[in-house]
């Protein structure tokens, strides 16, 4: 287990990246048949990935809820997962393909959702914190450093100097 490191600190990566948010749902526990092999595809293909970086995965980190499994994945570019994602060399594809024979395109086989949600990341169009925390999330992977005086806001972290901690375009009122 990582160790804490105290106080706030920070993260910092160069260039654009994407984070992808992947997950399940189990909607009817007792149909194992139908969400067990969909929970157990994940694991073989994140092994595959951290086995080859040139694939551009660069952390993975798997949540698990009541019925939901999530895994937060960090990639170098889009162009990157996509590459995994289609590519035939690789689990990715054959796992889409046996969900879909089984599960998706089955009427009345809805025992299990699947979900996932695909954020591109501009160079210095994030903002990172982390107080008393061993590396997580970018910081577990990218430069970590403290957070010093300017960087003690998310406005100071995303380089705003109007004193606003909202994204351009946001109505302030809500």
């Known amino acids: ?46 092994e595959e990935l951290t086995r080859a970086p040139d694939l551009g995965l660069l952390h993975a980190r798997t949540h698990f809820g009541m019925r939901n499994i999530m895994v937060v994945q960090y990639w170098r570019s889009f162009d990157h997962l996509r590459g995994y994602a289609t590519g035939g060399d ?6 889409w393909r046996d969900f879909n024979k089984a599960v998706a395109a089955s009427a009345g086989n809805d025992a299990v959702g699947i979900w996932h949600e695909t954020y591109l990341v501009g160079a210095g ?34 380089g705003r100097t109007d004193g606003s901690d909202q994204p351009e375009g946001r109505d302030r009122r809500r």
């Open 1 to 46: 287990m990582a160790e804490v490191i105290p106080g706030k600190m920070t993260a910092r990566i160069d260039g654009d990246f994407v984070v992808f948010l992947i997950g399940m749902r189990i909607n009817n526990f007792f149909k194992f048949g139908q969400w067990l092999p969909v929970a157990r595809a994940m694991g073989p293909m994140i």
């Open 90 to 95: 690789h689990l990715h594809l054959k796992a």
């Open 125 to 158: 169009q994030y903002e990172t914190l982390y107080t008393n925390m061993p590396p997580y999330g970018l910081g577990a992977f990218a430069e970590l450093g403290p957070a010093k005086s300017r960087l003690n806001s998310a406005a100071g972290r995303l």
